[in-house]
């Protein structure tokens, strides 16, 4: 994607939750004023920052809708449903930055042990989706900047999975990765 999609998406994005909390309802976009890249269906999170803390979050890891409705989606849902936080209000609005990751497809990793495993995961610090059971998680690559042992991570990660800490381990989970394109906003 290049500078002028990011910037128009990134614009798209905050004037949607602007127009929310003035309206009240949800922007109207014809879709001939978005550029044909964004119409392709990709999937997406956003995450929404303030002072550089986390003040919502959510997305999908599979592509559902064009990108440019799945990014203002998420946006709304980061904003007034991310279960962690309270709503946003309307004051915050202009003090939270907005951070969307454009997510490759997921990948399948076949690793045959947990050393391999570990390896792997220090050489790409890729995003990493787990599932056991009925148990899974999903940290973006941007987790790495704050985990960087591969271990701690996931770890981590198995504890938001619902799982014991130390369940990588085990040979029964199932483990994807994938990449993000990620545009931030300037602020």
Same mark, same amino acid.
């Given at each position: 994607?290049?500078?002028?999609?990011?910037?128009?998406?990134?614009?798209?994005?905050?004037?949607?939750? @602007?127009?929310? *909390?003035?309206?009240?309802? &949800?922007?109207?976009?014809?879709? #001939?004023?978005i550029?044909?890249?964004?119409? !392709?269906?990709?999937?997406?999170?956003v995450?929404?920052?303030?002072?550089e803390?986390?003040?919502?979050?959510?997305?999908?890891?599979?592509?559902?809708?064009?990108?440019?409705q799945?990014?203002?989606?998420?946006?709304? @849902?980061?904003? *007034?449903?991310?279960?962690? &936080?309270?709503?946003?209000?309307? #004051?915050?609005l202009?003090g939270?930055?907005? !951070?969307?990751?454009?997510?490759?497809?997921?990948?399948?990793?076949?690793?045959?042990?947990?050393?391999?495993?570990?390896?792997?995961l220090?050489?790409?610090?890729?995003?990493?989706?787990?599932?056991a059971?009925?148990?899974?998680?999903n *940290?973006?690559?941007?987790?790495?900047?704050?985990?960087s042992?591969?271990?701690?991570?996931?770890?981590?990660?198995c504890?938001?999975?619902?799982?014991?800490?130390?369940?990588?381990?085990?040979?029964?989970?199932?483990?994807?990765?994938?990449?993000?394109?990620?545009?931030?906003?300037?602020?």
């Amino acid at each position: 994607m290049n500078t002028l999609e990011q910037e128009f998406l990134l614009k798209l994005t905050r004037e949607s939750l @602007e127009y929310y *909390f003035q309206q009240h309802d &949800f922007m109207i976009i014809q879709k #001939e004023m978005i550029p044909e890249s964004l119409h !392709e269906n990709r999937a997406s999170f956003v995450s929404l920052l303030e002072h550089e803390m986390l003040r919502g979050s959510t997305g999908r890891l599979v592509p559902v809708y064009p990108l440019y409705q799945d990014v203002l989606h998420n946006a709304f @849902e980061a904003a *007034f449903h991310d279960y962690r &936080f309270e709503r946003l209000n309307r #004051e915050e609005l202009d003090g939270v930055q907005i !951070e969307i990751s454009i997510l490759s497809a997921m990948q399948p990793l076949q690793i045959a042990n947990p050393a391999e495993l570990v390896n792997f995961l220090q050489l790409n610090k890729p995003g990493l989706f787990i599932k056991a059971g009925f148990n899974s998680a999903n *940290f973006l690559p941007q987790i790495w900047e704050q985990i960087s042992d591969p271990e701690e991570f996931l770890t981590e990660l198995c504890i938001q999975a619902g799982l014991a800490g130390y369940h990588w381990k085990n040979k029964k989970l199932e483990i994807d990765t994938y990449t993000v394109e990620r545009i931030m906003e300037e602020r």
